[in-house]
């Protein structure tokens, strides 16, 4: 079974533009997460999705969207970047809504840097 | 929100014991364990449930208070392999909110 991938892997952004980041579940999972993780931070919660339904959101600015699609697929997108924003952004996907007796799994990650 | 892990860091030879505590302000429903090797992703080591048992496997095993509203992860006869930052994830009894703490480094050295 394919883990989750993660696309791109590494991008490299001006500050005030946008950009799109990418992930794909395991297949038949239908929760993905996103995370923001910075030095010192550790995992840093973003948004949670759930049969393309947000389930919860993390404490970050209107600048950070995602959505799910119908075939669990997510994306997320953060508008006006700042320098701040530079972090690598995990993914995990799980068979049900994060917590509970379901394991996460984590993608490799989308290393964003901001200039 | 985010639950608070002791220590930060700890350095250990090989052999030597090790314990992570992870604590949370709420009431706990579900308290998750991963370790994330440097410049890898996040692996799930195992979950602990309100009411549940104490988990392990091989010489890591963690405990799970509910009183307290704390978990503490145990690892035993250390080894090289065991090196990687510790994180704990924590879902409250009201549910609909999970977290990770900030996590704690664990370094083995020979």
């Known amino acids: 079974k394919a883990g989750v991938t993660q696309t791109p892997r590494y991008l490299i952004k001006t500050r005030g533009q946008q950009v799109t980041l990418s992930c794909s579940p395991i297949?038949?999972?239908?929760?993905v997460s996103w995370y923001q993780q910075t030095p010192g931070q550790g995992l840093q919660f973003l948004f949670e999705?759930?049969?393309?339904?947000?389930?919860n959101k993390g404490n970050f600015p209107g600048r950070f969207s995602g959505r799910q699609f119908s075939n669990s697929r997510s994306e997320m997108n953060v508008s006006t970047l700042e320098l701040g924003d530079s972090a690598l952004y995990l993914c995990?996907?799980?068979?049900?809504?994060?917590?509970?007796?379901?394991?996460?799994?984590f993608g490799p990650g989308t290393r964003l840097t901001v200039t | 929100q985010q639950p608070v892990q002791s220590p930060q860091a700890v350095i250990l030879r090989e052999g030597e014991d090790a314990v992570i505590n992870c604590s949370s302000s709420?009431?706990?429903?579900?308290v998750h364990w991963y370790r994330q090797k440097h410049g890898e992703a996040p692996v799930f080591l195992m979950i602990?449930?309100?009411?549940?048992e104490q988990k392990g496997h091989e010489k890591i095993s963690a405990s799970f208070n509910e009183k307290k509203q704390q978990s503490s992860l145990y690892l035993t006869a250390s080894q090289l392999s065991y090196s990687g930052t510790y994180f704990c994830?924590?879902?409250?009894?009201?549910?609909?909110?999970?977290?990770f703490g900030t996590g704690t480094s664990l370094t083995v050295i020979p």
């Open positions: 297949s038949g999972h239908r929760s």
């Open positions: 994830g924590t879902e409250w009894n009201t549910g609909n909110q999970f977290y």
């Open positions: 709420k009431a706990l429903y579900s």
């Open positions: 602990l449930l309100k009411g549940g």
């Open positions: 999705y759930f049969s393309e339904t947000q389930r």
């Open positions: 995990a996907s799980s068979l049900a809504p994060a917590g509970g007796s379901y394991e996460q799994y």
